[in-house]
């Protein structure tokens, strides 16, 4: 089955950009999309497609995705964007009709 | 706008059976896949299946061999239900809006109920 993998971590200062990338056999070829998760609530989803962003979600937050790395940036972080965030795709590789796959999370601290 | 809500027992005994609902409001059921996804304690997230409005459905071959989901359109529903259960199974359950792509080269889920926690014990 496929596996991505995420730091399980990252930091960094308020005003700043962060970085949390997602990693995947091949992944460039698949579609990801980033959910943002707080405290006690439902998986909020920030980017759709590598780079799209769903109606409401500030232009601060970007996708890319190419060879075996996809990344969320978030540009001007904000105390608010501390988070879990995880990745996802869709997985139709294998003869399975097709299965969403999760990455482990990355939680977001901001300093 | 679309609105998903959670609702069944919060607890369950070992090998018994889960059974949830998620009751769609602010739009229909139909036109879209339905998951379910769970979250262990202190755990990431993991896609339990979905439906799609006419009843075809697709399940995480993980669980597959304890899964039903199943449809009612006249009340805008859709429904979960998990077999033999055991303590691992205690999580958190959200429904949740799936968009497929036409040639099914993606699936994301765009809106999620506020979940419903879930605890097997005796």
């Known amino acids: 089955s496929y596996v991505l993998t995420q730091p399980p971590s990252v930091s960094v200062a308020p005003g700043q950009t962060a970085r949390i990338t997602c990693g995947g056999n091949n992944i460039g070829s698949k579609s990801v999309h980033w959910y943002q998760q707080k405290p006690g609530q439902a998986p909020v989803l920030v980017v759709y497609?590598?780079?799209d962003r769903p109606s409401g979600i500030p232009e601060r937050f970007s996708g890319s995705n190419s060879g075996n790395t996809a990344t969320l940036t978030i540009s001007r972080v904000e105390a608010g964007d501390e988070a879990d965030y995880y990745c996802?795709?869709?997985?139709?590789?294998?003869?399975?009709?097709?299965?969403?796959?999760f990455g482990g999370g990355t939680k977001l601290t901001v300093l | 706008q679309v609105q998903l809500q959670e609702s069944g027992p919060g607890l369950v005994k070992p090998s018994e059976t889960l059974s949830l609902t998620c009751t769609v409001s602010?739009?229909?059921?139909?036109?879209?896949?339905w998951s379910w996804i769970r979250q262990p304690p202190g755990k990431g997230l993991e896609w339990i299946g979905y439906i799609y409005y006419s009843g075809s459905t697709n399940y995480n071959p993980s669980l597959k061999s304890r899964v039903t989901i199943s449809v009612d359109t006249s009340k805008n529903q859709f429904s979960l239900k998990l077999s033999s259960v055991t303590a691992a199974d205690t999580a958190v359950y959200y429904c949740a809006r799936g968009e497929m792509a036409t040639d099914y080269y993606y699936y994301y889920m765009d809106v999620w109920g506020k979940g419903t926690t879930v605890t097997v014990s005796s």
């Open positions: 602010g739009g229909s059921i139909s036109s879209y896949y």
């Open positions: 497609d590598d780079s």
């Open positions: 996802q795709v869709w997985d139709s590789s294998s003869d399975h009709p097709g299965n969403v796959v």
